[in-house]
């Protein structure tokens, strides 16, 4: 039995960076003998064991065949006799493809050491062409690794999977999961760029383009550490044209990100104006926000829509300012006492009750702006 330590943990080593997670490969062994040696059994569709101490994820070597269409189309192969540079060959780059000794020597079979030095992503084999989600792998690695570049032959494989109609056995879930993860890294438009680039953005992503007010949109959210939610808001105000969210039912998008993107989508042109509004009428922008019940969500909400109005143009100052306001007339209103307020007209019914509230709130953010 022999143990390397594989894929991206040792590609972020040889990075200089820092690496979350460790995946282990093990070879000439089998499950019997994981089992008997303290490893417990997790993998459904292949071997996958626990360390009984580190508790991180030990596989056997493996191969794999394709059998049908999409990423779930393959038949797994492992034994003993399996090498490691037959697991490794199965990767999607040469830069995932590595693997390290325990005694610190590196395995590289596929050149994936001399492809980090060029920057440039490049599939291990033709195999590639057989799980469309290495596309959205790479687009998000695209997304971190800002320096790197596809390799033209790489580039022309992805094309001929998109023509062949690969992409479209997508799932959401997978797609998701790669689109939600690119979005928090460095360089986020950069994961748009090279689906565009490749054919694959309408097929994975549909509704969505790629754009100059997109890629600033995304800087500025890297820049400004935006939440997920605040990054798809703004991904989706700016990537589509036609107005609407048309990812949130395809993609099964979690409510705070599709919630976020609805507010922006309506209420943009009113967070942008928040100055020159009056207290009724930021009263009644914050209580479409939903915000004097959830305050938390209003920065987030102000986050992204600074970065949208810095795309189009606007001042940073400017936006902070008109931010400033929003935030100051929702401290106020929440600093009504809402309870007294409704034990005093409570006999007038529950109209009286809101119109008492109403009137409260305002009188509040009135007086914040005059600083009483």
Known sequence: MKIYRVGGSVRDELLGQASHDSDWVVVGSTPEAMIAAGYQAVGRDFPVFLHPQTHEEYALARTER???????????????????????????????AMAMTPDGELVDPYGGHRDLRDKVFRHVSEA????????????????RLTEFGVHPQTMALMRR?????????????????????????????????????????????????YNDRLVRAMRCAA??????????ALMIVTGVSQGGDPL??????PGECRDL??????EQGELARAQDLDARQRLALLERLDAIRRPRRLPELLAASACLRQADGGDAQACQA??????????????????????QVAAQGPQAIRDALSDARTRAIEARAKGR
């Not at 062409?129 to 687009?139: N, Q, S």
Request: include cysteine.
């Open 261 to 266: 993107a609805r507010m922006l989508l309506a």
């Open 322 to 343: 008109t931010d400033a306001c929003l935030m100051r007339s929702l401290r106020a209103a929440r600093e009504v006492d809402a309870g007294a307020i409704a034990r």
């Open 66 to 96: 394709k059998t049908a269409a999409g990423y779930r189309g393959f038949a797994v192969h492992f034994a003993p006799d399996v090498t490691l540079e037959q697991d490794l060959s199965r990767r999607d780059l040469t830069i995932n």
């Open 223 to 232: 820049q400004s550490e935006l939440t997920l939610p605040a990054r798809y």
């Open 128 to 143: 590639f062409a057989e799980d469309p989600v290495r596309i959205l792998r790479l687009a998000r690695f695209a997304a």
């Open 248 to 253: 949130a039912e395809h993609l099964r998008v």
């Open 161 to 209: 999977m998109v023509a062949n109609g690969e992409t479209d056995a997508l799932v959401p879930e997978r797609v998701w999961q790669e689109l939600s993860r690119g979005l928090m890294e460095s360089a986020p438009a950069r994961m748009f760029e090279v689906l565009d680039a490749c054919g694959a953005l309408a097929h994975a992503l549909p509704g969505l383009s």
